[in-house]
């Protein structure tokens, strides 16, 4: 599975903790930067090429990481076919994927540490979606609320 990893100040060292853990479970894993620990770079910057990045299929999952995780999520659901949330706990990491079809997985660096991050990282990614009628009823009416805008 090719995955891609992005990361403001607030999560760079998160990222490339979870970089390494996840290559070294066999992940393919892109970095969509920060490349450098930057003090008041942008999360958008690096979320959103990431975000674009899931929403062309270019990657199969996104992490992407920020101080609290709350704004890497805003930016990356901005993006068309982008099902971003901000989890913090296991039920949600596989649930999310399985009802919602989430594809991108978003963590505060300040807030979720090292050990519960790759837990829920390895759970989001082993997740697989349940594609039961109604789940994929309510995803068309999210598709059809992007199209809308």
């Given at each position: 599975m090719r995955i891609g990893i992005a990361a403001d100040h607030g999560g760079f060292d998160l990222k490339l903790q979870l970089s390494e853990a996840l290559k070294a479970k066999g992940y393919e894993v892109k970095d969509f930067g920060a490349y450098t620990l930057v003090e008041g770079d942008d999360y958008p910057d690096f979320v959103i090429p990431l975000a674009e990045a899931v929403s062309k299929g270019e990657v199969n999952r996104g992490i992407a990481i920020c101080g609290s995780g709350v704004g890497a999520c805003i930016a990356a659901n901005k993006v068309p076919n982008v099902r971003a949330g901000l989890?913090?706990?296991?039920?949600?990491?596989?649930?999310?994927?399985?009802?919602?079809?989430?594809?991108?997985?978003?963590?505060?660096?300040?807030?979720?540490?090292?050990?519960?991050?790759?837990e829920l990282a390895q759970i989001f990614?082993?997740?697989?979606?349940?594609?039961?009628?109604?789940?994929?009823?309510?995803?068309?009416?999210?598709t059809q609320l992007e199209k809308k805008y």
């Open positions: 989890i913090g706990d296991s039920y949600s990491a596989h649930q999310g994927v399985e009802d919602d079809n989430m594809n991108m997985l978003c963590l505060g660096g300040r807030v979720t540490g090292y050990a519960l991050s790759l990614l082993s997740a697989n979606f349940n594609e039961t009628e109604r789940f994929k009823r309510r995803l068309e009416k999210i």
